[in-house]
């Protein structure tokens, strides 16, 4: 590829941009001023972050981009040679000289019939919650290929909640190699330039919406967040005893769903597709122009509404209010316990999935009753119902509730504990659907 090479080098406020430029293409020069402006401004916020030494040289080729730094151990780390983007989305393995003990992972993608979930904050345990995502969805789907893919490179494999984890029948655990998932067009570019790395707060968001789409688009499966818990066998085709997605099973269960969180937004946080499917296509093909480090929401779930409205306007619109009423009807029941409503679904109907899920050229969209039956508002009845304890709250939610999932929205309620020993919505969902994750808890008084 014909090259350009640029020397960037910053001293202070002084700010020396050299440039080769080895050809007049007037294409070419627009991307290459775009590259500079972009890497320029990693570059100054990595300056700014005061992470590295205060002179910087920046090499550029096109579509390849390459930092070194002068006194910083980010190129000499065991990470440079086999996965450079180590260091920048796990900051606290920057300064290692060797591997985090533990068990060695490697990549593996997921397949059309794998259940996955992903954790992009390069930790190397799970947290209670996490643990329970993963025991909770083998729990409700004997026999189905789970798939936990987190960004470090290695496990501790003798934590009590790893143990658990790892002792799922069907769960395996693997890298998430960000350099083997991005490694086609047009996220390869993206992932070269890695501009996410700029908003040190967002990387680990930014990372995990960009990589459960593009692994359901590469290979399809069925994902699902790490915050939610699951109370029954998931809307997706049950397997036959040779290991296929069974025909004859549950009918009108579509192959590719999505849902709606709230009123607003559809996300891919809970979701199921075929691979190469068209509304992840589109997405993907979006991302790196619509993407912005500095802002909250370029990518994720904004990205996907607009691209099903895009498709289906008409269908979504109208169907909007239509479907909020019905979707009441069928499973809305306000249960009052001492000032604190929980929404929950009563009734599942054989024709649910067709009656309530909105079609957007093959897609099903669900309702939010499915999978989000406490909103996360601070307002009665939601997020915090889940954590009250004392009103038998608990015991009540699942008497009454149809939902598939428990959505905890962990990034607004991680503070929230609750005991082992209470009657929460919590730790009744942990004690019927994670019973392993929870007697460990249980035994040890730990809250969760
Ligand atoms: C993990 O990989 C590192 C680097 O390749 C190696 O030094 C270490 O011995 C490996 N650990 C295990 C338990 O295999
Ligand atoms: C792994 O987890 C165990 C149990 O919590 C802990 O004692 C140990 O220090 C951890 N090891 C590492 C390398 O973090
Ligand atoms: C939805 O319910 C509200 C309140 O009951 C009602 O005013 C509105 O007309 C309904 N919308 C549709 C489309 O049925
Ligand atoms: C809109 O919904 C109707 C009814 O479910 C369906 O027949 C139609 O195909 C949908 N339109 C699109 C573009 O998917
Ligand atoms: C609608 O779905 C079909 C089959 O899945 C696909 O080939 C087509 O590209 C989609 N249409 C649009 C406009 O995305
Ligand atoms: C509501 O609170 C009262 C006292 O505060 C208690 O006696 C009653 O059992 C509570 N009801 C429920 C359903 O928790």
Redesign the pocket.
């Known amino acids: 590829m014909r090259g350009l090479r640029c020397s960037l080098l910053i001293t202070g406020v002084v700010i020396l941009v050299l440039c080769v430029v080895g050809t007049g293409q007037h294409q070419a020069a627009i991307t290459v001023t775009n590259v500079i402006t972009n890497v320029a401004k990693t570059v100054l916020s990595l300056v700014l972050d005061g992470r590295y030494s205060d002179a910087v040289q920046v090499d550029i080729k096109l579509g390849e981009t390459r930092t070194t730094r002068g006194t910083t151990v980010a190129a000499t780390g065991p990470y440079s040679q086999w996965a450079s983007w180590v260091p920048h989305l796990c900051p606290h393995h920057l300064r290692r000289t060797t591997l985090p003990p533990g068990l060695n992972l490697t990549w593996e993608p997921p397949t059309e019939r794998t259940i996955f979930f992903t954790q992009t904050s390069c930790t190397s345990t799970l947290t209670p919650r996490e643990a329970c995502a993963v025991e909770s969805t083998a729990l409700h789907h004997p026999g189905h290929p789970l798939l936990l893919l987190i960004t470090s490179p290695t496990i501790n494999h003798t934590h009590p909640l790893m143990q658990v984890v790892l002792g799922l029948a069907g769960v395996r655990v693997a890298w998430l190699d960000l350099d083997q998932v991005m490694n086609q067009p047009p996220l390869d570019v993206w992932h070269t330039h890695r501009l996410w790395m700029i908003n040190t707060e967002r990387a680990s968001a930014f990372v995990s919406d960009v990589v459960r789409t593009e692994l359901l688009r590469r290979y399809g499966g069925i994902y699902l967040d790490l915050d939610f818990i699951t109370l029954r066998p998931l809307p997706i085709q049950p397997l036959t005893s040779s290991g296929r997605h069974s025909q004859t099973g549950r009918h009108h269960t579509p192959r590719n769903w999505l849902a709606w969180a709230d009123h607003r937004l559809v996300t891919l946080a809970i979701s199921s597709f075929t691979k190469g499917h068209?509304l992840l296509e589109?997405i993907v093909a979006d991302i790196p122009r619509v993407f912005e480090p500095d802002s909250c929401c370029s990518i994720g779930p904004d990205l996907v509404t607009r691209h099903l409205y895009q498709?289906c306007s008409q269908n979504l619109t109208t169907q909007q209010n239509h479907f909020n009423n019905q979707s009441y009807a069928i499973g809305g029941t306000l249960a009052t316990d001492n000032n604190t409503h929980i929404i929950t679904q009563t009734t599942h109907t054989k024709n649910l999935y067709s009656l309530v899920g909105q079609e957007c050229?093959?897609t099903t969209v669900f309702p939010k009753t499915f999978f989000y039956p406490v909103h996360y508002g601070y307002g009665k009845g939601e997020l915090k119902s889940i954590f009250t304890e004392g009103a038998g709250l608990g015991e009540t939610f699942f008497s009454k509730s149809t939902a598939f999932t428990l959505h905890h929205y962990n990034s607004l309620s991680a503070r929230a504990l609750v005991s082992p020993a209470g009657d929460s919505i919590l730790r009744e969902a942990f004690r019927r659907n994670c019973p392993r994750v929870f007697q460990l808890l249980d035994e040890a008084h730990v809250f969760f």
């Open positions: 068209w589109n498709r050229n093959g």
